[in-house]
């Protein structure tokens, strides 16, 4: 078992950055993946990131590639996501989500446990 705990959401005006924070419960944080999805009102939930077990592998949707990156601590039980050049579109609750398995990183039934959201708004 696993929990997590996304932090760090807020009002932003677009152009603006925030740091997102996912803190995992559990000695064995290393061994899972994690991923970073969005849900806006009236949408289903997509994909925004997601990182390897050990931090070297990366994946991103296309809306966000080259402003958002995603990184982990495992010394802190802690993922990140760093987003710039925030834009409206990036409205939505986000998501922190982990799997032990390290396959189809983008899909939402890869993931295991999932955390309670925080809400990123930014303003037009």
């Known amino acids: 078992q696993v929990q997590v705990v996304e932090s760090g959401g807020g009002l932003v005006q677009a152009g603006d950055s925030l740091r997102l924070s996912c803190a995992a419960s559990?000695?064995?944080?290393?061994?899972?993946?994690m991923g970073w999805f969005r849900q806006a009102p009236g949408n289903e939930r997509e994909f925004v990131a997601a990182?390897?077990?050990?931090?070297?592998?990366?994946y991103y949707a296309d809306s966000v590639k080259g402003r958002f990156t995603i990184s982990r601590d495992n010394a802190k039980n802690t993922v990140y996501l760093q987003m710039n050049s925030l834009k409206p579109e990036d409205t939505a609750v986000y998501y922190c989500?982990?799997?032990?398995?390290?396959?189809?990183?983008?899909?939402?039934?890869?993931?295991?446990?999932w955390g309670q959201g925080t809400q990123v708004t930014v303003s037009s």
């Open positions: 990182i390897g077990y050990s931090g070297v592998s990366t």
């Open positions: 559990g000695r064995t944080f290393s061994n899972y993946a």
């Open positions: 989500a982990a799997t032990m398995r390290g396959l189809r990183l983008s899909e939402t039934y890869e993931y295991d446990y």
